[in-house]
């Protein structure tokens, strides 16, 4: 059996030393880029291995063209993935300090992206692995490389030219899944402008979890039952990190998958001729 969007701690906990399982720590902070990290060196999940969503899950920042997150290059991914461990015969498990599971959906993402379907995020984080009183460490293991053969899907992805085309056209649900608060142009404090794209609406990645995780599929089904009605459903969030938790939500309430455009609001804002509402 694979698992492909979420895994539960019981079924983790019964795999942990299951050699076809690795398990990917991807705690991270945006107000401080090394607490993940140091996080993970304090305690983790025994024989997982860190994604660090800067270095790892991230590309190189241009000033002025990409997102505060753009993706990796392609080649870069596959380097990082089979630094890793990871091969088509590795089951992934993904995980963040808690359960907002902001880096840990981005490492899934890039995943399935890449081809890679058998990757799921820990309900509930390690935080309610550490509740159930499953054990942590802080020895840190020594990688084991493989080789991770990539089959790339960019029908996964949105650019900013086909957002705009969308905008005009009016043919695609564009969600923004941002804060409420940002998404209305208050309280920005990370992004030079305020607002969000017009014809988007609000569905902040959080708003349908709790300290425990993610509920059963069918409360994500009908929470998106509207916007996937409409047809064409693209998300987009900060700069691409956030979105993929509500692409996840997308496929593990049984939808397609979405398209993600990934350069979001802070690549959008770099183009002065981009409207902005």
């Known amino acids: 059996m694979s698992f492909t969007t979420f895994i539960q701690p019981k079924e983790a906990m019964e795999n942990l030393h299951n050699p076809d399982f690795l398990f990917v720590d991807c705690s991270f902070s945006l107000a401080d880029k090394k607490w993940g990290v140091e996080e993970y060196k304090k305690a983790h999940i025994p024989g997982a291995v860190y994604a660090d969503l ?19 290059k392609k080649d870069a991914l596959v380097k990082t993935l089979s630094k890793l461990g990871i091969d088509e015969n590795i089951q992934v498990v993904v995980y963040d300090a808690t359960a907002g599971f902001m880096a840990a959906a981005r490492m899934w993402w890039l995943l399935r992206w890449a081809g890679h379907e058998k990757v799921a995020v820990l309900n509930g984080g390690k935080a309610v692995w550490a509740a159930r009183e499953y054990p942590l460490t802080a020895d840190i293991m ?33 969600i923004d899944s941002r804060t409420a608060d940002r998404y209305a142009g208050q309280n920005e404090t990370i992004d030079p402008v305020a607002g969000h794209i017009p014809t988007a609406i609000s569905k902040p990645f959080n708003a349908q979890i709790g300290a425990e995780g993610v509920a059963a ?23 691409g990190v956030t979105a993929a938790y509500n692409v996840l939500l997308s496929v593990y309430a049984g939808y397609p998958v979405p398209k993600l455009y990934a350069g979001s609001w802070s690549e959008w804002i770099t183009d002065p001729n981009r409207p902005v509402a």
């Open 217 to 239: 599929p069918s409360v994500y089904k009908e929470h998106f039952k509207e916007e996937f009605a409409k047809g064409n459903v693209v998300f987009y969030c900060g700069s």
């Open 142 to 174: 020594p990688l084991q490389p493989k080789q991770f053969v990539p089959h790339f899907n960019d029908s996964m992805l949105a650019s900013a030219k086909e957002v705009m085309a969308s905008i005009e056209a009016g043919n695609t649900c564009l």
């Open 54 to 72: 800067h270095y790892d899950l991230s590309g190189e920042i241009i000033a002025g063209k990409t997102s505060r997150h753009p993706l990796p």
